[in-house]
Nanobody
C-alpha cells in the first residue's frame, strides 16, 4: 500500500525551480516529522530536508541550504512541500517524502540530523527531478 504520494517532479533547466508536494490519504502528516530524501543513479539515498510537527524546526543538508525550502501547507496540514530554486544538474535524482517520529521533545515530533532513512516509517514511491540544459 502506497502511504505517501509525491508530485511535482519533472525536467527543468539549470537555474530553474520546481515545487514538490507530498500528501497522504493514509497518514496524518501533521502528526509526524516529514523529510525529503533523494537518490541519484549509483548513489546512496540522502536526506535533504526535514520539518518537525512544529514549523520552526527546519533542517537542510549543506548542498541545498539557501536554495530549497521545506514547508507545510497552512490550510491543509496534510501536505508538505519542497520548494527547489537555483537547481543544478547535481540535484538530479528521484525525490522521496517520508514521515516518521525521529525524536520527541517539548510535545513535538522533531527531526534528527543527519536525516536518516531508517527513522521514517512511511514512504512514497518518489518523483523524478531532472536538471538538464
Amino acid at each position: 500500500q502506497v502511504q505517501l504520494v509525491e508530485s511535482g517532479g519533472g525536467l527543468v533547466q539549470p537555474g530553474g525551480s520546481l515545487r514538490l508536494s507530498c500528501t497522504s490519504s493514509v497518514v496524518t502528516l501533521k502528526d509526524y516529522a516529514v523529510a525529503w530524501f533523494r537518490q541519484a543513479p549509483g548513489k546512496e539515498r540522502e536526506g535533504v530536508a526535514c520539518i518537525s510537527t512544529s514549523d520552526p524546526d527546519l533542517y537542510y543538508i549543506e548542498s541545498v541550504r539557501g536554495r530549497f525550502t521545506i514547508s507545510r501547507d497552512n490550510a491543509n496540514r496534510n501536505t508538505v512541500y519542497l520548494h527547489m530554486n537555483i537547481l543544478n544538474p547535481e540535484d538530479t535524482a528521484v525525490y522521496y517524502c517520508a514521515a516518521g517520529r525521529p525524536s520527541y521533545f517539548l510535545n513535538e515530533y522533531r527531526c534528527l540530523v543527519p536525516i536518516r532513512s531508517h527513522e521514517y516509517n512511511y514512504w512514497g514511491l518518489g518523483t523524478q527531478v531532472t536538471v538538464s540544459p
